[in-house]
């Protein structure tokens, strides 16, 4: 009767304790602004189960994916010992004896228990013997406390069934511990006494690591699957619009993020595999996407002692060191959205003017020109003074297919000449196409995730304002950042339109008999996934698709589709300095790409990668062994043969699963 008591005593305070050290959380989330995430039920429900049923993210790093599983699947099971534990300590005459307590669910304790410890030890074996990069910056007391914690668990477990069968009970369901009670007998330790120390210390680790939870990064045990149910449905590539309710279009305080902004905060596990594939981190820059996040978790738990969020938790240098790639959205296994509270942090710093000199100049050329270069607006279509026909000004006359060119397509040398390719292409298939000529504005991608929201829906505006002037099918562009915006921001204000990359396009026009290509000589290249073509609008097989068609052998990158690395230009980074960078994303690429051996072209699909990527090479000086090819350069045109394209080069159904719907 008296341990009874004793225990309900600790089960309370523990209640009571670990209340009290989640309160600061809990008051955060209840009174933080309100946010839309109860749509959708169904979709959301599928997403936990893929996430968590079956280890979907986790499993990419085979040994961490294997040992979580090996732990999460434990966990369950031995969670019946602990209802065994504390239900018949707390009610007398309570057991899991009639639902198979001392026969299949003794097995599975038994064999789970050491499962659980097997899981542990490869935890132990990968922070401290492997160390991967990515946990630097994570807490490995708090991930040591935490092994202690359930050693003594599950070691207590077997060890006090182990005394229960020295002392005469029944071991045949209980394998492990009948080899346990062997040794104990051998030692001499009195039965009923180890009984009762091991009994004790199975309870109260069980409630130390109740009342450790809260303030651990093992939250995320009650809080990842609320985190994942809850994450956004959107479309990946559609930026957070600023809600009617704030005052202002950015964030200054931890206050101002909604609810699932700040649930992200808590449900961290600090695994690190956002930061080992952010391209600013790799650079040496100051932004690690996981640290971003637990400095503000931090600040969260401290409340005002924090200090400013905006320079002082998180300093500028951080949120401008980001490119806006995505791939530490795409990694994360419990659906942070790191890429959110970075623009919104972005857009207050914007409107203070705390912008760098090079992005300020961009966005003043931007507000007075339309386009980043400084360029004036009637200079937007020269590139089609130097082709052999007339393009069409869609804005007179009714077009098929809208072609939304982009700043750099249309203004930069280095890629003007890619640009009258795909005129040269589109007009060999037959393609009834035309363009906007001066009326075509940046389409405020990067301008958008750069901070700049005003800007961005004037440049909008005008665009859709000249594109519903127009009459036409659906919309081509060659930039995935115009693609992006086109097809996903600017649903903000009512406007969607079809719109698909060229490649798309091509790939289609190679399908329908359109295009009739000179197969190469069959040379290896590898290709690289514009972050905007692919991770954010899931545009890969079509790239891959005209390649192959045009007689190239592709070698994959080791980092590819959507694991690729970014080339550092997105975001409005490419507006920006080198300061501090170690060495640039765009190097980090080609040095991959030359690991491969024996390519002949590093091949884009991305204005913007033409220009890094070139740039990339002449740094490294490797212009002799690899040359930057965007897809379009790599299509020639048969001279009157009626071969035609082999029929596996090019199919259907590839296609259109790359126009984006």
């Known amino acids: 009767m008296a341990s009874t008591v004793s225990l309900w005593i600790l089960v309370a305070a523990a209640i009571a304790l670990t209340g009290w050290r989640a309160r600061r959380f809990a008051s955060a989330l209840a009174s933080a602004p309100r946010a839309d995430r109860f749509d959708q039920p169904l979709q959301r429900l599928k997403g936990v189960a893929s996430a968590i049923g079956l280890h979907r993210k986790m499993l990419r790093k085979p040994l961490a994916g294997i040992l979580h599983a090996i732990i999460f699947v434990s966990f369950f099971v031995l969670f019946t010992a602990t209802i065994e534990a504390f239900g018949s300590r707390l009610f007398p005459g309570f057991s899991l004896a009639p639902i198979g307590g001392e026969t299949w669910i003794a097995v599975l304790q038994d064999m789970f228990a050491v499962l659980m410890l097997v899981g542990v030890g490869l935890a132990l074996y990968q922070r401290y013997h492997l160390k991967p990069a990515r946990f630097v910056g994570s807490s490995g007391r708090d991930a040591a406390i935490i092994y202690v914690l359930i050693v003594l668990i599950v070691a207590s477990l077997l060890l006090e069934a182990a005394a229960r069968i020295s002392g005469g009970a029944d071991g045949s369901w209980r394998p492990v511990a009948a080899l346990l009670a062997r040794g104990l007998g051998r030692l001499g330790v009195p039965a009923h006494a180890a009984e009762a120390v091991f009994s004790w210390v199975h309870v109260g680790a069980i409630l130390a690591f109740l009342v450790y939870i809260p303030g651990s990064k093992h939250r995320h045990m009650v809080l990842a699957a609320p985190n994942i149910y809850f994450r956004n449905l959107q479309p990946r590539g559609l930026a957070p619009a600023v809600p009617p309710t704030r005052d202002t279009p950015g964030v200054a305080s931890l206050a101002e993020f909604d609810w699932k902004q700040q649930l992200d905060l808590l449900s961290c596990t600090e695994c690190g595999r956002c930061q080992a594939v952010c391209p600013a981190y790799a650079a040496g820059q100051p932004l690690s996407p996981k640290t971003l996040i637990t400095d503000m978790r931090d600040a969260l738990a401290a409340g005002p002692a924090a200090g400013p969020l905006v320079g002082g ?47 300020q100049d961009a966005l003043s050329n931007l507000t007075r020109l339309g386009n980043s270069m400084g360029k004036p607006s009637r200079m937007r279509a020269r590139w089609t003074k130097e082709l052999g026909f007339p393009v069409k000004d869609a804005r007179s006359e009714p077009v098929d297919v809208l072609w939304f060119v982009g700043d750099y397509a249309s203004y930069d040398p280095r890629v003007q000449e890619v640009t009258r390719k795909v005129a040269e292409l589109l007009t060999a298939a037959g393609v009834d196409f035309g363009i906007l000529f001066d009326a ?61 990359h060229y490649t798309a396009l091509l790939a289609e026009l190679i399908a329908a008999g359109k295009l009739d290509i000179a197969p190469a000589d069959g040379a290896r290249v590898t290709y690289h996934d514009p972050c905007y073509l692919g991770r954010y609008n899931g545009g890969f097989d079509a790239p891959r698709a005209l390649i192959r068609a045009a007689g190239y052998g592709l070698h994959d990158m080791p980092r590819c589709r959507e694991n690729s690395f970014c080339c550092g230009a997105g975001g409005g980074r490419i507006w920006q300095g080198d300061d501090g960078v170690a060495e640039r994303p765009s190097e980090n690429r080609i040095r991959e790409a030359l690991g491969l051996g024996d390519i002949r072209y590093f091949v884009v699909a991305c204005p913007k990668d033409k220009v890094m990527y070139a740039a990339a090479v002449d740094a490294l000086g490797v212009a002799d062994t690899l040359e930057v090819k965007d897809i379009a350069e790599l299509i020639v045109l048969r001279t009157g043969g009626a071969d035609g394209v082999p029929a596996e080069a090019v199919r259907p159904e590839i296609v259109s699963d790359t126009i984006g719907r």
């Open 440 to 500: 075509e504005r940046n389409s405020g991608n990067d301008v958008r995730r750069a901070g700049e929201e005003g800007l961005f829906e004037t440049l909008a505006q005008s665009n859709i304002d000249a594109i519903k002037g127009c009459t036409f099918n659906r919309i081509v562009t060659t930039d995935p950042h115009s693609l992006n915006a086109l097809k996903n921001d600017y649903r903000h204000f009512g406007a969607e339109f079809e719109v698909l």
């Open 313 to 359: 938790v998180i300093s500028e240098a951080t949120l401008w060191a980001c490119t806006t790639c995505r791939a530490c959205m795409e990694e994360c296994p419990v659906e942070i959205e790191h890429l959110p509270k970075i623009i919104d942090m972005r857009r207050h710093l914007v409107d203070e003017g705390r912008v760098s000199a090079g992005l």
